[in-house]
């Protein structure tokens, strides 16, 4: 298996200039979708069953390729998402290229070299004779920077039917896997008060900025490290003139839990400070929730953690798991049930930034890796 992946490591960095010269950001469907069909034809050359669909009002480009054995669960469900950050045009500025050992280019490690890793590997059980004794599916979704609303229940639904997940957002550098992610949500507190003149009359007003001071005091005593739970003020706006009481005034408050059993705290809070104005007079509004659940490692997510990392450590890989802030598709399927591994992909750093980095030393390592997982799952029936 070894020597056979050896061989295809150029035609792994042919199908990694092909995908990351394509303009894939969120709001780019026919960027997508062309991703999409490139791994659709490859799919269907191993004998997957493969559709493109098309999900939300937005009709999000997604793909899913299985191969089935009976009405058994699948063994393996390989998830990933084919959108990036980068808008339009930034191939063009800063297409594939190759420096001192590692790739470059949009979304080379967020997350078009997991991708990539999950087809290599797939291809590699075929060749061996393996990938037809497992029962698989594929899911990458388009829209999951912009957080999953049209994928999530496709995502979530799909988890269900499969007894573990893969997610193939990048590899940390040292070989470092995520089983743990925050969940959590945006919110925004927004505040309603009474103009008046800040001189002449400023009794007649309600200084919606200084009600919103003191839910921003409120709101800060949230964090609790030692719980893993944060509440960020992030945006503040407020205020017309230097001179005018301002009677509106907003704050985007950044959320995230460790785990779900705070997230009723978090919301029965955020309840009450609507309705308990400081001055008053004032109105206090609270929009958002925290939409996304975290991801939880259970007894079984360390038992499939543990076939990982004995894996590698006889490959030689140094493994580590690591809890991370950052969320993920992950954080859903782990939600329906699924015990869940992440950072599965391409060991790689910097994501959402123009220095984004894929390290190629990692490639054979990571498709020998999963494909080897892979082969224990289904000796193991």
Same mark, same amino acid.
């Given at each position: 298996?070894?020597?056979? #992946? @050896? ?13 990351? +010269? ?8 026919? %960027? ?14 191993? %004998?997957?069953?493969? !559709? ?16 089935? !054995? ?32 590692? /790739? ?5 490690? $967020? ?20 990938? $037809? ?25 799909? /988890? ?33 008060? !009474?103009?008046?003149? @800040? ?23 949230? +964090?609790?490290? $030692?719980?893993?739970? &944060? ?13 005018? #009481?301002?009677?509106?005034?907003? @704050? ?13 705290? #978090? ?23 925290? $939409? ?43 939600? @329906? ?11 790689? /750093?910097? &994501? ?12 054979? +390592?990571?498709?020998?890796?999963? /494909? !080897? ?9």
């Amino acid at each position: 298996m070894k020597t056979y #992946i @050896a061989t295809r490591y150029e035609q792994f960095l042919t199908d990694f200039k092909t995908i990351v +010269n394509i303009d894939s950001s969120s709001d780019n469907k026919p %960027g997508i979708e062309k991703v999409a069909r490139f791994f659709n034809n490859r799919f269907v050359s191993l %004998g997957l069953d493969v !559709q493109i669909l098309f999900l939300g009002n937005e009709k999000v480009p997604c793909l899913y390729a299985k191969q089935k !054995q009976g009405k058994k669960p699948f063994d393996i469900m390989f998830l990933g998402h084919m959108d990036t950050v980068f808008p339009t045009g930034e191939v063009e500025k800063r297409p594939f290229s190759i420096k001192g050992g590692k /790739a470059f280019g949009p979304g080379v490690c $967020d997350m078009k070299g997991g991708l990539l890793v999950v087809l290599h590997v797939l291809e590699t059980l075929k060749h061996e004779g393996i990938l $037809d004794s497992l029962s698989v599916c594929v899911a990458f979704n388009g829209d999951e920077e912009t957080g999953s609303k049209a994928s999530k229940d496709w995502i979530m639904s799909t /988890a269900r039917e499969s007894l573990r997940t893969f997610v193939f957002e990048t590899c940390r550098p040292g070989y470092r896997f995520v089983l743990q992610r925050k969940g959590g949500g945006w919110l925004k507190v927004i505040v309603k008060g !009474q103009k008046a003149h @800040a001189g002449a009359d400023p009794e007649k007003g309600i200084n919606a900025v200084v009600e919103l001071a003191h839910k921003i005091v409120k709101i800060n005593k949230l +964090n609790q490290n $030692d719980k893993g739970t &944060s509440a960020q003020v992030t945006v503040i706006t407020g205020g017309d003139k230097v001179n005018i #009481i301002p009677n509106r005034a907003e @704050a985007s408050v950044d959320v995230r839990i460790l785990k779900l059993e705070e997230k009723k705290g #978090i919301e029965d809070f955020f309840n009450t400070l609507s309705k308990t104005p400081c001055l008053k007079g004032s109105e206090i509004i609270v929009q958002g929730k925290i $939409d996304r659940p975290p991801m939880e490692p259970w007894d079984t997510t360390y038992e499939l953690w543990d076939l990982i990392q004995s894996t590698g450590k006889q490959m030689g890989l140094p493994m580590e798991a690591i809890s991370t802030g950052g969320s993920s598709d992950g954080n859903h399927t782990s939600a @329906a049930g699924t015990p869940t591994i992440d950072g599965m992909g391409i060991v790689g /750093a910097n &994501s959402h930034r123009a220095d984004e980095y894929a390290d190629l030393d990692s490639i054979d +390592n990571m498709v020998w890796l999963v /494909a !080897q997982v892979c082969k224990a799952i289904g000796e193991k029936g």
